[in-house]
Nanobody, 119 residues
Framework: QVPLVESGGGLVQAGGSLRLSCAASGRTFIRYDMGWFRQAPQKQRELVATITSGGRTNYANFVKGRFTISRDNAKNTVFLQIDSLKPEDTAVYYC?????????????WGQGTQVTVSS
C-alpha cells in the first residue's frame, strides 16, 4: 500500500505561491506514477498534473505554466508548486498514486489539502 498525506495548503492572496507536498509511505513509491487533482466547491474533481515513475510530467491545459509537479524519490514525496495563484484556484487539492497512470480510477488517494486564494 501507498498511504498518501498532503500538506502545504492554506489561505493566500491572489498572485502568491504555494508548494503542496504529498508524502507517501511504503517502499514502492518509486514504482508509482503520481498525480495531483483538485476539486472546487460544486465542481467535479479535475486532473491538474501528473509525473511518471521515470519523471515525465504532464499538465492540464488550464495550468498554463503556473504549476510545476516534481518528485523526490529519496523522500517518498511529490510536490506541486503553484505560482501566480488566482481565486479560481481555490479548491481541495488531492494527490493520487497509480502503477499504470490510470487517472480515472487511481490506486490510492490522499485526504486532500485546502487551498484558498483571496482576491
Amino acid at each position: 500500500q501507498v498511504p498518501l498525506v498532503e500538506s502545504g495548503g492554506g489561505l493566500v492572496q491572489a498572485g502568491g505561491s504555494l508548494r503542496l507536498s504529498c508524502a507517501a509511505s511504503g517502499r514502492t513509491f518509486i514504482r508509482y506514477d503520481m498525480g495531483w487533482f483538485r476539486q472546487a466547491p460544486q465542481k467535479q474533481r479535475e486532473l491538474v498534473a501528473t509525473i511518471t515513475s521515470g519523471g515525465r510530467t504532464n499538465y492540464a491545459n488550464f495550468v498554463k505554466g503556473r504549476f510545476t509537479i516534481s518528485r523526490d524519490n529519496a523522500k517518498n514525496t511529490v510536490f506541486l508548486q503553484i505560482d501566480s495563484l488566482k481565486p479560481e484556484d481555490t479548491a481541495v487539492y488531492y494527490c493520487a498514486a497509480d502503477l499504470f497512470a490510470r487517472w480515472n480510477e487511481p490506486d490510492y488517494w490522499g485526504q486532500g489539502t485546502q487551498v484558498t486564494v483571496s482576491s
